[in-house]
């Protein structure tokens, strides 16, 4: 068990230009998430896939987020034509399926966008 | 209203005393409860879960499950200088749905 993973830890961005995450899960959890967290906030969610298959985007993401789980291992996510208010931590956990389990959370992505 | 509600503190307590946090929730069919301990700059690691009525004790740690009253709180036992971080609550509704987390509470433990 390696814990999840994401790259980069942090991104500065100029606005307008795009970024792109990385998380890599743990192998045996079919479930990842996406969350975002600003200061003084708790993550706020932003989408999940189960396996390859996302199951539900947050009403909040613009359609300037996008994200993908190709084959279900790891997943993507992309910002397109980033803004000053995108300036967040992005946070990435997996789980196993049912209740039973919480989220391992990965160190997160601390995006800048100046 | 917020559907997980937090006081965001800082709540201080002296070392070696019980630490209580508290959290409520608006949404009557939620089912499933977590605490995360979250230090400054650092992503949540899970503390505890509880899906019952009642108390779940690990450790130093005891969750409390109140679903009438719609409340989950935290206890911490024998305050730590190191216990000092913002834990933050979240819930789940029935089908696993994505845990919604409150803004967390700052927990300061004084030496």
């Known amino acids: 068990d390696t814990g999840v993973s994401q790259d980069p830890r942090h991104k500065i961005t100029k606005r307008g230009q795009n970024v792109t995450f990385r998380c890599d899960p743990i192998s045996e959890h079919n479930r990842l998430y996406w969350y975002r967290q600003t200061l003084g906030q708790g993550p706020e969610f932003l989408t999940y896939f189960q396996n390859e298959a996302q199951l539900e985007k947050s009403r909040l993401l613009s359609d300037r987020f996008s994200a993908e789980r190709p084959k279900g291992s790891f997943s993507t996510l992309e910002i397109q034509r980033t803004e000053q208010g995108d300036s967040a931590m992005y946070l990435c956990a997996s789980s196993r399926p049912g209740q039973d389990y919480g989220y391992t959370f990965g160190s997160g992505t601390r995006l800048t966008v100046v | 209203q917020k559907e997980v509600e937090q006081n965001s503190g800082p709540l201080s307590v002296p070392e070696g005393a019980i630490a209580s946090l508290n959290c409520t929730y608006s949404?009557?069919?939620?089912?499933?409860f977590f605490w995360y301990r979250q230090y400054s700059g650092k992503s949540p690691e899970l503390i505890m879960s509880i899906y019952s009525n009642g108390d779940k004790e690990d450790g130093r740690f005891t969750a409390q499950l109140n679903k009438a009253s719609q409340y989950v709180s935290l206890l911490i036992r024998d305050s730590q200088p190191s216990d000092s971080a913002t834990y933050l609550c979240?819930?789940?509704?029935?089908?696993?749905?994505?845990?919604?987390f409150g803004k967390g509470t700052r927990l300061s433990v004084i030496a």
């Open positions: 979240a819930v789940s509704h029935p089908g696993n749905t994505p845990l919604v």
């Open positions: 949404d009557r069919v939620s089912q499933s």
